[in-house]
């Protein structure tokens, strides 16, 4: 149908991944204005890792990632609207593994919480081995007070960091 279509061809733009196909992707049903909204999507990838000699080098976060970093500066005198609005984006990745791969490292859960924003994202095993990448963004106020500024400032280099790891696979 079109408007499936039109989703898919979305996705492709939003997740920014060469080679990519949607096979299937719906969203849930809206039960009440304000309810939360979850998209299940399953997309093929089949050259998203980077190979080198036995290794496989796989990106764990190719869904929205906040590459906004506000610039440095002295001691700033105002507040600054630095999102525009309060939200809460939380998303799991599930990555089946090649066969004849296993995981050699995983990065390090990171778990970030300054006013006005949460952040945590952390990469494991699931009990059926396929690997998982969850991450949950919040931000509470949209208007950050000035005093907190390089908090704020800080905490987004952490999390564009994080959106650049990678799981490391082995061949077996």
């Not at 304000?34 to 190719?62: E, H, K, N, Q």
Request: proline share 8%; no cysteine; glycine share 4%.
């Amino acid at each position: 149908d079109r408007s499936g279509r039109e989703r898919d061809r979305w996705l492709l733009d939003y997740l920014d991944v060469r080679s990519a196909q949607v096979a299937s992707s719906g969203p849930s049903v809206l039960e009440e204005p304000d309810s939360d909204l979850a998209l299940s999507v399953t997309v093929d990838a089949p050259r998203y890792a980077a190979r080198t000699g036995t290794r496989l080098f796989i990106p764990l976060s190719f869904l929205h990632r906040e590459t906004d970093i506000p610039p440095a500066t002295d001691a700033r005198l105002h507040s600054v609207a630095f999102f525009p609005y309060a939200f809460v984006r939380a998303d799991t990745i599930r990555y089946e593994l090649p066969e004849g791969f296993a995981v050699e490292a995983l990065p390090d859960p990171l778990a970030i919480d300054v006013p006005t924003l949460r952040f945590s994202a952390r990469a494991d095993i699931g009990p059926d081995g396929v690997l998982l990448y969850t991450r949950r963004i919040e931000v509470t106020d949209p208007v950050l007070p000035a005093e907190y500024y390089d908090d704020l400032r800080d905490a987004l280099l952490r999390i564009a960091r994080a959106h650049r790891s990678k799981a490391v696979l082995v061949a077996q």
